[in-house]
């Protein structure tokens, strides 16, 4: 049987199961905003986005989101965890304005009888007192087997008769849990495909955790054995290891399986650095789809394989994520990475002078250093004794710092053809710097950007003595850049990265 062009739906909980990430939680503020984004920016089929009765921070937050919701009628889309406890839930819901109840029962024997005490037939009891008071309240009920993975495992009849008992309760998505992330693809498919034959007129959701690394996979199988609902998260957030990935899951769909997902592809690396802006969990460069170096080729034998015909590009292209391909520069570095470069910024360099520069980028790649885009003009300037880059230029910097005492710095610059001298005080020497660059360069009508990151690194050997390297990153205009420093002193690296951002600004002028 195919499956290809059927639509599959994705159901986003990173603001309630991602928010069981040790050290997160969102503010209202920022819950209702990821929200918004998720709904109208990537446009997500459903989003689950808290558990009823948490906190009445949890409540003003889920309230102003479904009064937004109602107005642009999307409400249905919103859905809330909540628990066999009769009323209190779904009144928690109705009185935020929720549309959708997602109901907590045990879905395994072991949680059934050791944690609640209660026989199949007691908790089924329980559980159909609550759905028919949110059916009555006008909610739409979708069920939370938890434990679904291990109670199919262990005592299959147990699901199989609750399922049975619950089928024709009012229950629109029967959704399937893999709680602890112990299931691989071969059992997903098997015990999927046997749920899906068995109960042919239920509508099957699939839960995935990762604590095996296997979140993605599974995801795939449960939907080639025929479920049409998957639960992910953004960044694959959640407890323990966290859940499926969202981003890996549309993508892997979409290209492995033929499936269509109903998300804005181009919103995506948008939404991750939103995510990970809000909750404070950095994810790593290397992270598919969304990673500060995924669409970065570091070998030569690379960049020269897309110039002579694009042999290294696959279905997954930076331009489909609203990204763009770079080619790093370091001891890897061929003829092809610095041309691909050099072609970006529009420089022009004779054979000679790129033979010159591509050793000079090697030998910097030899000793860790990471050379950006940004840096090439400076490297450039110094192998060729170009001025080009060289408006400003620092002829002297004394800072003092103390404990319990504010920073000083004294300056002597060189802005194009005129020497300048200034002060500045702050908390620390890059600030007291700062505020003294300021100062001279008011006179200049240069305006500042945004600093949106400064990360320091030491090179491998860890030796006190060690060079440290300084990654600025500034905002301007909504266009991000790096720029680097290097030197034995932390300021004074962070100093010269600031320098090169002010050549850079000044020669674009």
């Not at 979708?142 to 199989?160: A, C, Q, R």
């Not at 080639?224 to 953004?234: D, E, L, P, R």
């Amino acid at each position: 049987m195919t499956q290809d062009n059927v639509t599959v739906q994705l159901m986003d909980t990173t603001l309630r199961d991602g928010e069981q990430t040790q050290a997160v939680s969102f503010s209202p503020a920022e819950k209702v905003s990821l929200a918004k984004a998720l709904l109208q920016r990537l446009k997500i089929d459903r989003i689950e986005v808290a558990s009823a009765r948490v906190s009445e921070g949890e409540k003003v937050a889920v309230a102003q989101l479904n009064k937004w919701a109602t107005k642009e009628g999307l409400v249905d889309r919103i859905e809330v965890l909540g628990f066999v406890d009769h009323t209190l839930s779904v009144d928690w819901i109705t009185d935020t304005g929720g549309k959708v109840l997602n109901l907590l029962a045990k879905g395994s024997l072991k949680h059934c009888s050791e944690q609640l005490k209660k026989s199949l037939d007691e908790h089924i009891t329980d559980v159909k007192q609550t759905i028919d008071y949110a059916l009555s309240k006008g909610l739409k009920v979708n069920i939370y087997l938890e434990d679904w993975s291990n109670g199919y495992k262990d005592s299959p009849e147990y699901v199989y008769e609750m399922l049975e008992k619950l089928s024709d309760a009012g229950i629109t998505h029967f959704m399937l849990p893999d709680t602890l992330g112990v299931m691989s693809p071969d059992e997903v498919f098997a015990s999927l495909s046997d749920m899906v034959t068995r109960f042919p007129t239920l509508k099957f959701d699939f839960h995935p955790h990762n604590d095996y690394g296997l979140a993605t996979a599974n995801a795939m199988f449960a939907v080639k054995a025929g479920v049409s609902s998957i639960h992910c998260t953004m960044n694959c957030l959640g407890e323990r290891a966290g859940n499926a990935s969202l981003t890996e899951v549309a993508v892997v769909l979409q290209d492995k399986l033929g499936k269509k997902v109903n998300i804005d592809e181009s919103e995506i690396h948008n939404l991750s650095k939103l995510v990970e802006n809000f909750s404070g969990k950095r994810i790593a460069d290397n992270t598919p789809i969304v990673g500060a170096d995924v669409f970065t080729q570091t070998s030569g034998i690379h960049a020269d394989g897309d110039k002579k015909g694009g042999l290294y590009i696959s279905a997954l292209t930076p331009e489909r994520f609203a990204r763009s391909r770079s080619y790093a520069l370091g001891k890897m570095s061929g003829k092809a990475s610095l041309a691909k470069n050099l072609e970006e910024m529009d420089i022009d360099l004779d054979a000679e002078q790129q033979k010159k520069l591509l050793k000079r980028i090697v030998q910097l790649g030899d000793q860790k250093a990471t050379i950006t885009a940004d840096d090439l003009p400076f490297i450039i300037a110094d192998l060729l004794e170009r001025n080009d880059f060289n408006n400003v230029e620092l002829l002297n910097c004394s800072i003092n710092s103390g404990l319990d005492l504010e920073s000083t710095v004294s300056i002597r610059v060189r802005v194009n053809d005129k020497i300048h001298k200034a002060s500045g005080s702050g908390n620390g020497g890059f600030d007291a710097f700062i505020k003294a660059m300021k100062k001279i360069l008011n006179e200049h009508d240069f305006v500042f950007p945004e600093l949106v990151d400064f990360e320091l690194r030491i090179p491998p050997g860890g030796q006190t003595s060690a060079l440290t390297e300084c990654s600025v990153t500034w905002e301007d205009d909504g266009e991000q850049f790096t720029t680097r420093g290097v030197n034995t002193n932390q300021v004074i690296a962070g100093i010269g990265a600031t320098l090169r951002m002010i050549n850079l600004r000044l020669q674009d002028k």
